[in-house]
Every structure is written in structure tokens, then in C-alpha cells.
């Protein structure tokens, strides 16, 4: 018994906003007779239930959507870079890594010439 374009979460929100405000003595939005408000008992429920099946309430729902920029995405340049510049690379970073840890005392100094001077490990997972 859901409205078409409305989700289970939006319909149930106008149903007890409006069942809320029939509660409260608003005038109800449909000619219904007093036999058939005895036969739903005066529920305010059912009553803002008959409404909305009956499009008789005035009722618009502002959904956020999201907002476009195109111009914050970009597309990302990639640098062609070679196997043996990034090798290359690597071991600078490890030799400042390395000179770094023996200048705050962590490695002791004829382990740092050790690892200095060795080619790249490839120990690497991958």
C-alpha cells in the first residue's frame, strides 16, 4: 500500500506528520463519513493512511542529490617512470633513512655502512 515515488521511510514520515497534525484538531482533507470514521475507530493513523492513498495531501518531498563539479575531477598524469629510476629512487630513501636513524643513535655506525652501501633488497612481498 506504498505510493509510487515515495520511499517506506518518506511515507511513513508524511503519515505521522500528518497523523499528528489530524490528532491535534486539523481538519481532515476528505469527505468521510461518520460510519466509516466509527469503523476505523477515529484513528488518526488510518485516517492520514486514506489521505495519502487518495492524493489528497499536499505534499512535495526535496530529495538532496549530490553536487556535480567537474572541475575538481580532473584526470590524474601519470609519469612514465623507469624500473631503474625508481630503484634508484628507493635506495636515496633508504640511505636518508638510514643516515637519519644512526644520527638519533638507533642503528650503530659500521651497521649503517653496511646497509648503505648494499644494493636494494628485494625481499618485498608482491
Known sequence: MMKQGFTKYEVAR????????????????????????????????????????EDALPIAIHRPTPKKRKDKLAAIKEEAVSDEELAAKEHEEEKEIVEKAGEMGLVEGDETEDVVDSPVSSTRDE
Open 14 to 53: 508524511i503519515i505521522g506528520a500528518r497523523a499528528l497534525q489530524i490528532a491535534m484538531d486539523a481538519p481532515i482533507l476528505l469527505k468521510i463519513s461518520e460510519k466509516e470514521l466509527k469503523e476505523m475507530k477515529y484513528n488518526s493513523i488510518k485516517i492520514a493512511e486514506r489521505e495519502l492513498n
